[in-house]
């Protein structure tokens, strides 16, 4: 069994993998098909960490600040991921953006909806650093030193410097628990639109579970 971070590209896809996965963000309109997983998206690594501190009772409640979902509204999923966690093999982790955002008591927030332009004036943009990558990274690995840890890259064929950079922190990573896994490796820019509708997303149910496959021969 493994716990799923990240976006919709890891999430969903871990939904057709040979293992069972706890997916804390189901497949689009059908959450109804997973109540008691759903925690939201994230995004940065340092979110990812603070997801996995609030799973294993180490950040406070009161400090959870979330804009998809509130602290109410996932409380019984925590807890159901929580109650699991021993019989959890490793954790599988996609830190996506090196952006992330604050509240004005300086309080991290999760799940937060880039696209919504009301929400995100009343927030604070922050970048993370590659020392502060490095940092979360091994904070992480430190927290789960008795799990295989999975981490996934976004995209890289694009070279977008801010996912370039995460890559670059990832591979420093010399952990025996640890593997990396870039499913843009399966194309190259002359195949990219047999795997891609946009740039961001896989382009059918078909790719998606080639690539799920392909993240369970890393596992």
Known sequence: MFLTLGSCRVL????HSRFECLNTFQQPGKR??????????SWSINEQYELLLLILSKKPITKYKGCEFTYDEIKENIEYIRSMFDKIEGVIIEPSSIKYYTDKNENLIHNIEHHKEEIMSNVKKHILTEEEIDLYLNKIINLLQNKKIIFVNHFLHTKIPNRMLINKCLKKITNKNVKIVTPSNLWDNNSKWDFLKDEKHYKNLKVIKRVANYIDLHI
């Not at 969903?12 to 939904?15: L, P």
């Open 12 to 15: 969903v896809t871990m939904n």
């Open 32 to 41: 109804h098909l997973n109540p008691k997983k759903i925690i939201g998206r």
